[in-house]
């Protein structure tokens, strides 16, 4: 009975940003409701508070944030109810959950893993005429891409 209680369980990460007008006592408030919401319907397997941490832009004219990310194992109808939470939570400024699909991580990992040869690219230099020597190391995914190569013809005129 515990392996299908298990089957029925996803692994997800959410990151929410806290406002930092809410002081320290309410961010701590807020990551500490949403934790206890989130081991109250599965398994908090970790907890990173990244912190205080300036935005790209403004939100609301705010320009700072506390970032907090968490992993957990619930089930599938939970992420749902949570983002329903912290879209209703005043001090939540940005949130987002996301499904971490394990196997297809560890055959990432194996991709990554997976070297091409450098290619060697010669591009001449106009000045002495020598084509200099440059290494291009590129881990191309996708083994069935072919090279194109365009001639012109003397035939092939450009109108200016």
């Given amino acids: 009975m515990a392996q299908n209680k298990e089957n029925l369980m996803g692994s997800y990460e959410t990151i929410f940003i806290c406002d930092l007008n809410l002081g320290e006592e309410g961010v701590k408030n807020l990551v500490a409701k949403f934790t206890k919401m989130i ?13 205080k941490r300036r935005f790209a ?9 506390y970032y907090v990310l968490a992993t957990f194992k619930a089930p599938h109808e939970f992420p749902v109810e949570l ?4 879209n209703i939570t005043e001090g939540i400024m940005r949130s987002m959950i996301v499904a971490v699909d394990h196997a297809n991580a560890n055959s990432a990992e194996a991709a990554a893993k997976i070297s ?4 060697e690219l010669v ?3 106009e000045e002495s005429g020598n084509p200099p020597k440059q ?9 069935s891409q072919k090279e194109i190569s365009v001639e012109a013809d003397e035939s092939d005129e450009i109108d200016a």
């Fill in 39 to 51: 081991s109250d319907s599965g398994e908090l397997t970790g907890c990173n508070e990244w912190g």
């Fill in 57 to 65: 832009y403004p939100i609301n004219d705010i320009s700072e944030g």
């Fill in 83 to 86: 983002q329903r939470v912290f």
């Fill in 116 to 119: 091409t040869p450098p290619i």
């Fill in 123 to 125: 591009i001449e230099d």
């Fill in 135 to 143: 290494e291009y190391n590129a881990n191309i995914a996708d083994s």
